[in-house]
């Protein structure tokens, strides 16, 4: 394998050199800035708001502020104008780098690699020495009367300074001028007398202007009035004659218009009355076949009517048929799904039941068998009660039947009595009265007993009487003695009865 690569490794030397310097070198100057690249070539190169590769060791890079840059001439000795008068002068003048190639060329042999307050503070010198000279050549009137034509004596004059060091200057702007005797200010107060005096003047001068147009203007406006009134008047002479004119040819007008009115009133009064005859005519005529009409329609809205209450009529009971369809087709569904769910649990509830035994049945074997053979002999005693129970039975026979009977006897009449006690007054209206009551008493202890005979086949009053008779058919006596198994309870008070 490195036999294999050693052909190429100075390609990939070369190739990994390259790159380093690419990345190391790699540099991209602002638009305010020039970044000069110089070294290997004779002419340096400017980058301005692009970028570029620096070798590194080969070359170097110098940085030159492009920017605006704000210098403050003012003066710090008072300098005397054209006439000798003292002066101070404070201005501003922008400035910055010719961004030609020749003016970054000089200012990067001035300025190289220099803050802008540096360079400010270098040409600051230069500028307030061009003004100084700008000040000489005029006078203290022209300085402030015309601060433009100053300011751009100041720019042509610093100019030619400026362009040896590659600097533009793009404004200058005089601030304040001020000396050391305050005759700007008198020059001041001078024109401020001749500003007021000029001014009284021409307030007088228009005020006699006024004063003259204010009189011919009310010459002129009486003139006016007086030619108005003559008019007016003539006016209303010819107004008065022409009146009376029309007033006569109205009148003849009016009388035959009065004539012609009246004839046209009675060809109108005829008009209408034939007019009226035939509208009574067709009204008629309109009436009837409104009425005809109105029949017609009444007998399509019936028929539409009852139509509609059919068509309604019949969609209720598709609808209703559709709905009662669909409502058995739901139940049944749902009947299925429960079934299938309930078949799906109880065949779930078999598995687990079946699991359950098959689990218990190996570890509870013993303890079942033993369970069983105790419910086994449990049963075997129980069932030897019942026979001895019968045969008892069977020898006591009759007498046993009616004892039994007898002893529930008490318990039944009690039990009917029983909703009685919870009444607190019964009123009764009729025949009977108390004696109707323990009638109903009776009645229900012997429904009772009757009772017993439709369900066990056994009929009580028979058998006390059958065996009441043989006894004493057979000339025997004998003597029954009811046993009760224990005190017999005393029956519920009754509920007052009111007739």
Same mark, same amino acid.
Request: with cysteine; net charge negative.
């Given at each position: 394998?490195?036999? %294999? ?20 070198? $790699? ?50 000795? *008072? ?18 780098? *010719? ?50 034509? %100053? ?23 005089? =601030? ?33 202007? #006024? ?42 007008? /009016? ?15 005829? *008009? ?8 009574? #005519? ?10 005809? $009409? ?6 399509? /809205? ?16 598709? =609808? ?38 098959? =689990? ?103 058998? #006390? ?30 509920? *007052?009865?009111?007739?």
């Amino acid at each position: 394998m490195l036999d %294999f690569m050693l052909p190429f490794i100075p390609a990939i030397l070369i190739v990994l050199v390259i790159v380093a310097i690419t990345v190391v070198g $790699y540099v991209k100057a602002p638009p305010d800035q020039a970044y000069i690249i110089s070294g290997l070539k004779k002419e340096s190169k400017v980058l301005i708001g692009r970028a570029g590769v620096r070798i590194p060791v080969f070359e170097r890079m110098d940085k030159l502020y492009l920017g605006q840059m704000t210098v403050d001439i003012k003066t710090e000795q *008072s300098v005397p104008t054209s006439d000798f008068i003292n002066v101070n002068v404070d201005a501003v003048a922008k400035v910055r780098i *010719s961004p030609h190639a020749e003016g970054i060329k000089l200012a990067a042999k001035n300025f190289l690699n220099k803050r802008p307050e540096e360079i400010t503070r270098d040409l600051q010198d230069s500028l307030q020495g061009n003004m100084r000279e700008i000040i000489g050549t005029l006078s203290l009137k022209e300085i402030n009367t015309d601060r433009d034509s %100053f300011s751009d004596q100041v720019m042509q004059k610093a100019s030619k300074d400026m362009d040896k060091l590659g600097i533009e200057i793009l404004s200058c702007n005089i =601030q304040n001028v001020t000396d050391e005797n305050g005759l700007i200010k008198d020059l001041g107060a001078d024109n401020t007398s001749l500003i007021k005096k000029n001014a009284a003047i021409a307030k007088a001068q228009a005020e006699r202007d #006024i004063a003259i147009a204010q009189a011919q203007a009310e010459r002129e406006s009486n003139e006016a009035r007086v030619l108005a009134d003559t008019q007016i008047a003539q006016k209303q002479t010819e107004l008065e004659i022409r009146r009376a004119e029309l007033k006569i040819m109205a009148d003849g007008k /009016k009388a035959e218009a009065d004539a012609a009115y009246e004839i046209q009133s009675q060809e109108q009064r005829k *008009s209408i009355e034939t007019s009226t005859v035939n509208a009574e #005519i067709a009204k008629t005529q309109r009436q009837a076949e409104l009425k005809q $009409y109105e029949v017609e329609v009444e007998k399509q /809205k019936l028929e539409a009517e009852i139509r509609a209450k059919a068509d309604a009529e019949r969609y209720r009971q598709e =609808q209703e048929a559709e709905a009662a369809l669909f409502k058995r087709q739901k139940d049944a569904e749902a009947k299925r799904y429960e079934r299938e769910q309930e078949a799906e649990a109880e065949r779930k509830i078999a598995e687990a039941e079946k699991y359950a035994r098959e =689990q218990e049945a190996a570890g509870i074997a013993a303890v079942g068998k033993a369970e069983a053979e105790a419910i086994r002999a449990k049963a075997l005693a129980e069932a030897e009660g019942i026979d001895k129970k019968a045969e008892a039975m069977k020898k006591y026979g009759e007498a046993a039947v009616i004892e039994m009977v007898m002893q529930a006897l008490p318990e039944i009449a009690k039990n009917v009595a029983e909703p009685l006690s919870k009444v607190d007054k019964i009123t009764m209206y009729g025949e009977g009265n108390s004696a109707k009551l323990l009638e109903d008493i009776v009645t229900g202890t012997t429904q009772v007993t009757e009772g017993i005979t439709q369900g066990m086949g056994i009929d009580v009053k028979s058998l #006390i009487a059958g065996m009441l008779g043989g006894k004493l058919a057979g000339g025997e006596e004998k003597t029954i003695v009811l046993q009760t198994p224990g005190p017999v309870e005393q029956a519920p008070a009754a509920p *007052s009865v009111e007739e």
